[in-house]
């Protein structure tokens, strides 16, 4: 038990706080309830990502449905300036 002491007092409170509040938005994020999904799996296509003046490319993301309220998204991006908007 001292050990776990000493360890916990290795981190800052804002390292604490920041670990809290990842754990608690674990727990209170879920799929939409109103819009029923028809599929299971999802492919996802993001056009105004071609002319973000951040960070410009193209993405692509798949969801897979689990249950009702569960999902997972995976995206992948390939960012590259295809219209010269980055100043």
């Not at 290795?10 to 994020?29: E, I, K, V």
């Not at 999902?71 to 980055?86: E, R």
């Amino acid at each position: 038990m001292f050990l776990f002491k000493e360890n916990l007092m290795a981190f800052t409170t804002r390292d604490l706080w920041f670990l809290f509040f990842l754990l608690m938005f674990g727990f209170s994020s879920y799929a939409q309830q109103s819009a029923p999904a028809l599929r299971n799996n999802q492919l996802k296509f993001s056009p105004i990502k071609l002319i973000d003046p951040i960070n410009p490319g193209l993405e692509l993301s798949y969801e897979r449905r689990y249950a009702k309220q569960f999902s997972t998204q995976l995206s992948v991006a390939y960012l590259k300036d295809f219209f010269n908007t980055t100043p």
